[in-house]
């Protein structure tokens, strides 16, 4: 009799333990879903990152040939202007 009581005692500890590792994998199972929720939120923020950062990349690069232009024009009109200067004072 105490045989049989000392192995359903070793069952029943058996049995705690296993419930307290199915509880602990469900904690678990639970903390990995949250973070691949914040992952998940992390990939949006960072694909919506990089398409802000393309379209200031595109504004940028367009506004730079825009300047690169005028810049042009303006050192044309100012070697116009220093070389009419210098044809009038020539006389």
């Given at each position: 009799m105490t045989d049989l009581s000392d192995r359903l005692d070793r069952i029943d500890v058996k049995l705690d333990k296993l419930s307290e590792?199915?509880?602990q994998l469900a904690r678990i199972e639970e903390?990995?879903?949250h973070q691949?929720?914040?992952m998940h939120q992390?990939?949006?923020k960072l694909?919506?990152?990089e398409s802000?950062?393309?379209t200031l990349e595109l504004q940028?690069?367009?506004r730079g040939v825009l300047l690169a232009g005028i810049e042009r024009f303006g050192w044309l009109a100012i070697s116009a202007l220093v070389g009419l200067a210098a044809f009038f004072f020539k006389k």
């Amino acid at each position: 009799m105490t045989d049989l009581s000392d192995r359903l005692d070793r069952i029943d500890v058996k049995l705690d333990k296993l419930s307290e590792a199915v509880s602990q994998l469900a904690r678990i199972e639970e903390r990995i879903s949250h973070q691949n929720d914040n992952m998940h939120q992390l990939d949006a923020k960072l694909s919506d990152m990089e398409s802000r950062i393309r379209t200031l990349e595109l504004q940028g690069s367009s506004r730079g040939v825009l300047l690169a232009g005028i810049e042009r024009f303006g050192w044309l009109a100012i070697s116009a202007l220093v070389g009419l200067a210098a044809f009038f004072f020539k006389k």
